[in-house]
């Protein structure tokens, strides 16, 4: 019986190709998604071990407010000079050097720009001289506090040289200095891992990267000869107490290591997902062909129980076929799978990772297991069906003509309207109900039970609906052949089409939320956003674009405005909870410019105003004292001074601009300019963009450039999703190809005979891409459908969190359309072809 399994399998090897294929372009994401974090996190530890194979020891104060990497970037305690005096007696330290390194410091190239990251900090550091990792390339460190040195990454991305003047954005606004000396790194590299890097002489560095002089970032200790890493850390610690991190280098590489896998866990997370959702339609595919062989092969399997084969033995054989498949599409997507991994690994380091230098290619053991147990399984899953199908074939089969009765679709029906109700039930709990920490899983779970249902109820309308939309090809005998070829099997036809559902509903439904989102925020902003002219930065590395606060001054002082005001924002601990913030330098003026109903006026320097909902949540009232620890500094007590209608002004805390000095960041992100009753905007703006012009980071645009602006990053979010996407809704069209392929070659006969009487070649292949355009435009309608229900529900679920328009992307649901009839011809070529070139005496005599 095996031998007999193998032989029929490799009979019909061309036939099973497009049903391997979808299960190694799953494979391949899953591989890929653990090859790329393998090699990045790799990169990454060889990037620390490096960056800190000086440091024996590290000494730094722990962060007043810890941010995780998801959070945003956490601002380094300042460590006191005395602190370094206290660390250099202790005994078997060799030498102990404070270091000033933070990140923000902007360099301002020669054709005026900020240099810009997509990852790696710009780091302002105090020149501490070279050492066996860093090395002078020309030059000299700077000795004068008008003079910088740069890293030669830097030089050559900014265009600049030893001797021209250099500017810098900083905590300070922009400040010239003159580049003294350019260096490298042992190697031969310009840079560890892209980091920009710009070194002041010390006080210029605490001044202008710490916000106060005589302080450090961290201190850097050499070990005595002879003095383990571990044994002087524990020394330094017994020394210091217990308010600084004394940690080794060894420890310091790992934990920086840690923070970016953090992330990266996070990336590898969501390829896993859409490899989930590409496998899931690849089932379909899979489920298809199976279901459609064994239709086939009724009369073979049928002498085979004639002759004395078990039902066990039938489902094994048809398994058997399944593993194989498995495994060979295994094999091809854990190959495919690592290239991939590797392509998106180059494509981080020299895109997103500045340069990183990439680790040895290497394949994680996970990844090869997972790809095995994917692909078998899916494999073996998706053909269970159809072989306890085939294990029902009776002897008798082998005496008829035909071996494929229509069966009734009641039993199916009524099971996907029962998982269907399931999914709902389950999706509804997750998106309006309460499910506590599964509330994600609960969604997740509703969506594929869903999906899983909808699918099992497609073959009970795809008749119907088949037959209306085959009707718009029914002017022409081959039209009406083939509307009626697509509707003559409602499973297959359902099957093939809930494939291509699936990643059209995931692409609709996102779209639908992306769009009502961006929607909702322009309505917002309409309603809340009474400033005409608004001040922000642009988006160019991983701390946000600020300005000099006194261009808030000089906004407010051009005829026509009536009120300027600017924003400051960092993360603080409020009573213990950590807590976005802002802080205003202009509380009268931030209320004439933003939102409705505040009708407040000043703030003390010991006064906060809240939210009207976060002060319910929390129980505050008007009087409450509040204790406030921002990124620097020692904890503020501040009394509530009033609250406010929610969006009646920006965020849920306004501090005064005095709290500022204390921030992460001490200059405003954003500002806002409200003008006088009846004055143009173009009058003002000009004059406002003039006040930037040492900002190049920083643009004032009027109020609708602003919001749109805002608004295009739901684009760039739905532009990714439909390219991650797009792999799925390949497998799909696979899937149209391999139905149309087997049904050319289950209808040998019945094409032969059409030929016979009068059909041409060419009328042949247009019967084909009709029937495979009416299943294609069937299954995006239906996930059009389906996407246009998920997005709608999930829209509603997410009014209270402010998406309170409901916008149907009508004309991309029509594209979407289209685009499948496309598909449709696309997929029809090839069995189109191949059913035009058969021969009709040998088609009619096919058995």
Do not use: C
């Not at 039993?411 to 998982?419: L, N, P, Q, R």
């Not at 005095?658 to 300019?673: E, L, Y």
Request: net charge neutral; no cysteine; glycine share 12%.
């Amino acid at each position: 019986m095996l031998r007999a399994t193998l032989k029929s399998l490799l009979a019909r090897k061309l036939r099973l190709i497009l049903s391997g294929l979808a299960v190694v372009l799953g494979v391949m994401f899953v591989a890929g998604a653990f090859v790329v974090t393998d090699t990045l996190n790799r990169s990454f530890d060889n990037l620390f071990a490096s960056a800190f194979s000086t440091t024996d020891v590290s000494v730094s104060a722990k962060p007043k407010v810890e941010v995780s990497e998801f959070e945003g970037e956490e601002v380094a305690a300042p460590l006191p000079a005395s602190v370094v005096k206290q660390v250099s007696g202790v005994p078997g330290v060799k030498s102990a050097v404070g270091q000033v390194s933070a990140d923000g410091a902007r360099v301002i190239g020669s054709d005026g720009k900020v240099l810009t990251s997509m990852g790696p900090p710009r780091l302002g550091n105090n020149w501490t001289g070279t050492d066996d990792l860093m090395q002078l390339r020309e030059g000299r460190g700077p000795t004068a506090a008008t003079e910088i040195a740069v890293n030669a990454a830097v030089a050559k991305a900014a265009g600049i040289k030893v001797g021209d003047r250099v500017g810098v954005l900083t905590l300070e606004p922009k400040k010239e200095f003159t580049l003294v000396g350019i260096w490298g790194y042992s190697g031969n590299r310009d840079s560890i891992g892209g980091a920009q890097e710009v070194a002041f002489t010390e006080p210029v560095a605490q001044q202008l990267m710490l916000g106060e002089t005589g302080v450090f970032s961290s201190i850097q200790v050499r070990a005595d000869d002879g003095v383990t890493p571990e044994a002087l850390r524990d020394r330094i610690a017994a020394a210091v107490g217990p308010g600084y991190e004394t940690r080794t280098g060894e420890q310091l590489a790992k934990d920086n290591a840690a923070g970016i896998q953090e992330g990266l866990g996070f990336f590898s997370n969501i390829l896993l997902g859409f490899a989930g959702v590409a496998l899931f339609v690849g089932v379909f595919l899979i489920l298809n062909t199976f279901s459609i062989i064994v239709a086939q092969r009724t009369r073979e399997l049928a002498l085979m129980r004639a002759i004395g084969a078990s039902r066990r033995q039938v489902i094994g054989s048809v398994l058997v076929e399944a593993v194989v498949i498995g495994l060979v599409a295994a094999v091809l997507g854990l190959a495919a799978g690592v290239g991939v991994g590797f392509g998106l690994a180059y494509l981080f380091s020299s895109v997103g990772g500045g340069g990183l230098e990439l680790a040895p290619l290497g394949v994680p053991l996970e990844a090869i297991i997972s790809s095995f147990v994917v692909g078998v399984l899916v494999t073996v899953v998706a053909a269970v069906l159809p072989a306890l199908r085939a294990s029902r074939i009776s002897p008798v089969a082998a005496m008829q003509d035909v071996a494929t009765p229509d069966r009734p679709l009641t039993k199916i029906s009524i099971a996907g309207g029962v998982v269907t109700a399931a999914g709902a039930t389950a999706l509804g709990i997750g998106l309006f109900g309460d499910a506590g920490d599964a509330t994600l899983w609960t969604i997740l779970g509703g969506v594929l039970v869903s999906f899983i249902g909808i699918a099992l109820l497609t073959p009970l309308i795809s008749r119907p609906v088949v037959s209306v939309i085959g009707r718009i090809f029914s002017w022409s005998l081959p039209g009406r052949l083939g509307r009626l070829n697509s509707g003559r099997n409602p499973r297959r036809t359902a099957i093939t089409a809930a494939a291509l559902m699936v990643g059209i509903a995931l692409v609709t439904g996102v779209t639908v939320v992306m769009d009502s989102a961006k929607s909702s925020l322009k309505a917002m902003a309409s309603t809340v956003l009474k400033a005409e002219v608004i001040i922000s930065g642009d988006d160019n590395g991983p701390r946000p674009a600020t300005y000099d606060p006194a261009v808030l001054r000089k906004a407010a002082a051009i005829p026509g405005v009536r009120a300027a005001a600017g924003l400051w924002s960092d993360q603080v601990l409020i009573n213990g909870e950590k807590q976005w913030v802002d802080a205003t330098d202009d509380l009268a003026g931030l209320s004439e410019a933003y939102g409705d109903g505040a009708t407040l006026t000043t703030l003390r320097d010991d006064q906060v105003v809240v939210s009207a909902p976060e002060a319910s949540e929390h129980g505050w009232q008007v009087g409450t004292r509040l204790t406030i620890q921002a990124s620097r500094g020692d904890p503020h007590e501040y009394t509530v001074a009033a609250t406010f209608p929610e969006d009646a002004l920006p965020g849920n805390f306004l501090l005064p601009a005095a709290a500022s000095k204390d921030f992460g960041i001490s200059q405003p992100m954003i500002g806002f300019v409200r003008l006088d009753a009846g004055v143009p905007v173009g009058q003002v703006l000009p004059q406002v963009k003039a006040l930037l012009a040492d900002s190049p980071e920083v643009s004032a645009q009027d109020a609708q450039a602003f919001v749109d602006q805002q608004a295009s990053t739901f684009d760039v979010i739905i532009t990714m999703i439909q390219i991650l996407l797009a792999l799925a809704i390949l497998i799909a069209v696979l899937g149209v190809i391999n139905t149309l392929a087997l049904s050319v070659l289950e209808r040998t006969r019945e094409l032969g005979l059409l030929r016979a009487v009068g059909l041409g070649r060419a009328q042949t292949m247009r019967m084909v891409t009709v029937e495979a355009v009416v299943i294609s435009v069937f299954g995006a309608l239906l996930g059009v459908v389906v996407g246009a229900g998920l997005g709608t529900a999930v829209t509603r679920a997410l009014k209270s969190d402010g998406i309170t328009e409901l916008v149907l992307p009508w004309g991309r649901m029509g594209t979407y359309l289209v685009l499948a009839a496309l598909v449709g011809v696309i997929a029809a070529v090839l069995p189109a072809i191949r059913a035009a070139r058969l021969n009709v005496l040998g088609a009619i005599a096919h058995d």
